[in-house]
């Protein structure tokens, strides 16, 4: 059984441009968040898709965009990259009639904007 | 609001046990939990403990809460050289799921 897994697993770019990450969730699992983790920070909830659609939204800018698909696979887009977004990006699978609220956490894509 | 804090570093000799601990300021948690991350690696979960708990054990791991004064711990007994990680406390509030990471505790293990 597979766990999350997330593409590309290292990615440069450069201020200006635009990226796209990709995210499988654990088999079974409906729902997909995104997180960003900064060095030596903690993971910060950039936002969260369920049905297609997104269910909840952290304190991030616009540029930072979602889309779900309907086998629940997700994309996670940036445009407009700025050099602070450097940074781990993790994606969590879960199951939204889970009777407890576990992620289950990808390795992460490492972006980094030069 | 939501904030949780934890202290920055750990170091604890092999066998010893480890206490790492965490605060929280929202009242209305639902869940908490403790996550390990080791280098170049995503978030492992370890435990997590239902707010109207006060103590979950599951093998050499036990958290306790103490939901009055927004404390959460985690006590691993012998500790081995595997257990150096960062180790993340983490809140979730209703039923959406959204969770909510302190800093990370860097845990060294001394051979």
């Known amino acids: 059984d597979a766990g999350v897994t997330q593409s590309p697993t290292h990615l440069i770019k450069t201020r200006g441009q635009q990226v796209t990450l990709r995210c499988s969730p654990k088999?079974?699992?409906?729902?997909v968040s995104w997180y960003q983790q900064a060095l030596g920070q903690g993971p910060q909830f950039i936002f969260q898709?369920?049905?297609?659609?997104?269910?909840q939204r952290g304190n991030f800018p616009d540029r930072f965009s979602g889309h779900q698909f309907p086998n629940y696979s997700s994309e996670l887009n940036v445009n407009a990259l700025l050099l602070g977004d450097s940074a781990l990006y993790l994606c969590?699978?879960?199951?939204?009639?889970?009777?407890?609220?576990?992620?289950?956490f990808g390795s992460g894509t490492q972006l980094s904007v030069l | 609001g939501e904030d949780v804090e934890q202290s920055l570093f750990l170091s604890v000799r092999e066998g010893d046990s480890s206490v790492i601990n965490c605060t929280y300021t929202?009242?209305?948690?639902?869940?908490l939990y403790w996550y390990k991350q080791e280098p170049g690696a995503g978030l492992q979960l370890l435990t997590y403990?239902?707010?109207?708990?006060d103590m979950k054990q599951d093998q050499r791991l036990t958290v306790l809460l103490n939901k009055k004064d927004k404390h959460l711990s985690l006590r691993i007994a012998d500790t081995q050289t595997g257990d150096s990680a960062i180790y993340f406390c983490?809140?979730?509030?209703?039923?959406?799921?959204?969770?909510?990471f302190g800093t990370g505790t860097k845990l060294q293990v001394i051979p």
């Open positions: 898709y369920y049905e297609e659609e997104e269910r």
């Open positions: 969590a699978s879960s199951l939204a009639t889970g009777s407890n609220e576990k992620l289950f």
């Open positions: 088999s079974g699992h409906d729902t």
């Open positions: 983490a809140e979730s509030i209703g039923g959406y799921q959204k969770v909510t």
């Open positions: 929202d009242s209305s948690s639902t869940y």
């Open positions: 403990i239902f707010s109207n708990m």
